[in-house]
Nanobody, 113 residues
Framework: QVQLVESGGGLVQPGGSLRLSCAVS????????IDWFRQGPGNRRDFVAR???????NYADSVKGRFTISRDNAKNTVYLQMDSLKPDDTAVYYC???????WGKGTLVTVSS
């Protein structure tokens, strides 16, 4: 069974950085496109970034130029480097697979002074 575990969230000041990790188990990461989504308080779950099996990325306009997605297939892990964080980035961040539609349980990012 495929499982995804997110980590790396926490409290950071505006302008700061965090690196999130999404560890995949039960299958090889080679098989999957990985998305990051986020859900803020009272909001819907929104797309943040995608990394294709080729390694090519896509980003939501709201994070373009500030966030970087990457993958390490040898470690079965996808990363989301988040720089220049803003209070609006506060959310629970989830990773997701295509195919399979597997989701992790999320990691909370809070951007506040």
């Amino acid at each position: 069974q495929v499982q995804l575990v997110e980590s790396g969230g926490g409290l950071v000041q505006p302008g700061g950085s965090l690196r999130l990790s999404c560890a995949v188990s039960g299958s090889s990461l080679w098989n999957y496109v990985i998305d990051w989504f986020r859900q803020g308080p009272g909001n819907r779950r929104d797309f943040v970034a995608r990394i294709h099996t080729s390694g090519s990325p896509n980003y939501a306009d709201s994070v373009k130029g500030r966030f970087t997605i990457s993958r390490d297939n040898a470690k079965n892990t996808v990363y989301l480097q988040m720089d220049s964080l803003k209070p609006d980035d506060t959310a629970v961040y989830y990773c997701h697979t295509i195919p399979g539609n597997y989701w992790g349980k999320g990691t909370l990012v809070t951007v506040s002074s």
